[in-house]
């Protein structure tokens, strides 16, 4: 049996570098393919590169809980609001504590920057209450009727009442926007301000209307309105963005406040609202989406065990109720940003439904989701950060990238000549690499470069350039011992296959590491470290070694010229080992 040959190996070896060499450009062709069908050409800039707009918010002592503001609930808040933040498209935000008592929340500058910096603004607690009174606010606000008509659609005109007008017609009314739940019986539905709750197989019943007063609920579980609330309640002006703020400031949760509220732009509501019966963390999920059967938007909404009982409670309450007294509020920030009524007793889901869209559906269940925050926040500043400033940031950052690399190509270049032919071309394919992938990984993840990144991708050229060193210095201690160039790039291989994978490694380790403890923009330092870092290893094994294959089968490498960088006279190279070894002389007998 003949003995296998040496030197031969799976692609990328000696014998079919090529298949090494056309599968890395295929992934080349793939990856840049899809960056200009994606019509994602260039990496999404962070806040710092790109602008954006920087928000921090204070923690605020809270009436009874003198420990409130702990690492573990700032923790929570920050988590909260990320989700917040994110759960609207908005890629990239940053949110992190800052000392003890701060939230740093960093918007990038792009798609619903504006409204996630409105979202995070509104950073107390989430309550469900019960309405005990509503009515239109505002100088322009029409006044109640003496009698309420019934409506069939279940929703007064913006800038009503709760009972609506006694002349307006079906055609008047604005669609009404109810809720449903799996569990629901058919009952009557009521006028309402804004959305309605009713059972799955509930249909709009029309229901005489309240009074034209405001009046308060003779539920037994809620407070009745004192005097000073009524007067409150009386004096308060919605369209008064002051009072608006103002209104049922600092109140705790056992308390009836009076609070605004609008359903349509310029329209306010005011009300009296009972103590809080659920809050938001009683709120498992919630999110917007098409109802399959009426095509419309709709937010539906899902319980913990514990807020099943407690939402099948009150809604199974204020069904019995007549309008305005079947409503609930979902107050956040002291403001009511949905009131649905009540038609039937629900439990562990209900669905809030109507003249939705997507926008107004989406924001809703953002706000269930992840409203409910351990802690009240006042937003201490909020600072824009220009573009120009990023520029400029970024031009630094370039500038000092490109005098990184022009060091290394005059390094590789006078050192070892020819070699830094192959060593250009593979630092060439990182960085196409790393380009396309970045650009790809914006609307894939989210992923944004900022300036740590791009320090961290300048390091990575370092990485980059020492793994060829290490193959290149391989193959020329290879050839100090006698060997011909072919034989010489091969038996370098192994060793410096070991030494660079356990340098990567490391490498690596480190990021990884650095990406999981800390926070921000370090983590993008970290993040383009250990990406470049697997690229390294990709284009070490797919492209540097199989091109350095076919160099060495050239006559400018292989011949060994002074330009080539593989010299043997300017190397030392020894003489062959088989060509040192001295053959002994036959000995002759002795003489007796």
């Not at 790809?440 to 990575?460: D, E, M, Q, R, S």
Request: glycine share 10%; charged share 20%; net charge neutral.
């Amino acid at each position: 049996m003949a003995a296998p040959k040496k030197g031969r190996g799976p692609a990328g070896g000696q014998g079919r570098p090529g298949r090494a060499l056309a599968l890395i450009l295929i992934v080349m062709v793939a990856l840049a393919g899809g960056m200009f069908l994606s019509g994602h050409t260039t990496p999404r800039l962070g806040i710092d590169l790109a602008g954006g707009t920087s928000i921090t918010l204070e923690a605020q002592n809270q009436p009874g809980k003198p420990n409130a503001i702990n690492p573990t609930n700032m923790d929570t808040a920050v988590g909260i609001i990320e989700r917040r933040v994110n759960g609207l498209g908005v890629s990239e935000a940053e949110v992190q504590t800052q000392g003890r008592e701060n939230i740093i929340v960093n918007i990038p500058k792009g798609t619903n920057s504006k409204q996630a910096q409105e979202q995070v603004g509104t950073t107390a607690q989430l309550y469900f209450r019960p309405v005990l009174t509503v009515q239109a606010s505002g100088p322009e606000a029409p006044k109640p009727s003496d009698s309420a008509s019934p409506s069939a659609s279940g929703t007064p005109k913006p800038g009503e009442s709760a009972q609506g007008e006694d002349k307006a017609t079906d055609e008047d009314k604005p669609k009404g926007e109810e809720a449903t739940g799996s569990e629901a019986t058919p009952s009557a539905s009521a006028t309402t301000q804004g959305r309605a709750v009713t059972g799955a197989l509930t249909k709009d019943d029309p229901t005489p209307g309240a009074s034209d007063k405001p009046k308060a609920s003779e539920s037994p579980s809620a407070d009745p309105a004192t005097a000073k609330l009524q007067e409150e309640f009386t004096k308060l002006d919605c369209t008064d963005p002051k009072q608006r703020s103002e209104a049922g400031k600092n109140a705790k949760p056992t308390d009836s406040i009076v609070a605004c509220g609008s359903n349509v732009p310029g329209s306010y509501e005011k009300y009296i609202l009972g103590p809080a019966e659920v809050s938001g963390s009683d709120v498992d999920d919630a999110k917007g989406a098409i109802d399959q059967q009426s095509g419309e938007w709709i937010v539906s909404m899902e319980f913990t065990s514990a807020g099943a009982k407690k939402f099948q409670t009150i809604t199974g309450r204020l069904s019995q109720q007549q309008p305005p007294m079947n409503q609930f509020a979902i107050v956040l920030d002291g403001e009511v940003v949905s009131a649905p009524s009540v038609r039937t007793a629900l439990s562990k889901n209900a669905q809030i439904s109507g003249s939705f869209d997507q926008q107004s559906a989406e924001d809703l269940g953002n706000i269930l989701s992840y409203g409910a925050l351990p802690l009240t926040f006042k937003e201490v500043s909020v600072t824009t950060v220009t573009a120009a400033l990023g520029s400029e940031q970024l031009q630094a950052g370039l500038i000092a990238g490109a005098i990184g690399l022009a060091l290394v190509i005059i390094y590789l270049v006078v050192y070892y000549r020819g070699l830094a032919f192959i060593a250009l071309l593979s630092l060439l394919v990182s960085g196409i690499l790393t380009y396309t992938i970045m650009s790809l990984l914006g609307p894939a993840i989210g992923f944004a470069l900022n300036l740590p990144a791009v320090c961290g991708a300048i390091v990575a050229i370092g990485i980059t350039a020492d793994s060829f060193i290490v193959y290149f210095e391989r193959v020329r201690d290879e050839i100090r011992e006698g060997r011909t160039l072919r034989p010489a790039i091969e038996r370098a291989w192994p060793r410096a296959r070991r030494t660079i994978l356990v340098s990567d490694f490391v490498s690596f380790l480190a990021a990884a590491v650095l990406f999981i403890v800390t926070v921000g923009k370090v983590q993008g330092f970290a993040f383009t470290l250990g990406l470049t870092t697997l690229l390294d290893v990709v284009v070490v094994f797919l492209f540097t070694k199989p091109l350095m294959t076919l160099m060495g089968r050239t006559k400018f490498f292989s011949k060994g010229g002074p330009w080539s960088g593989l010299d043997p006279k300017r190397l030392g190279a020894q003489p062959p080992l088989r060509r040192s070894r001295r053959v002994n002389a036959p000995t002759e007998p002795k003489e007796a």
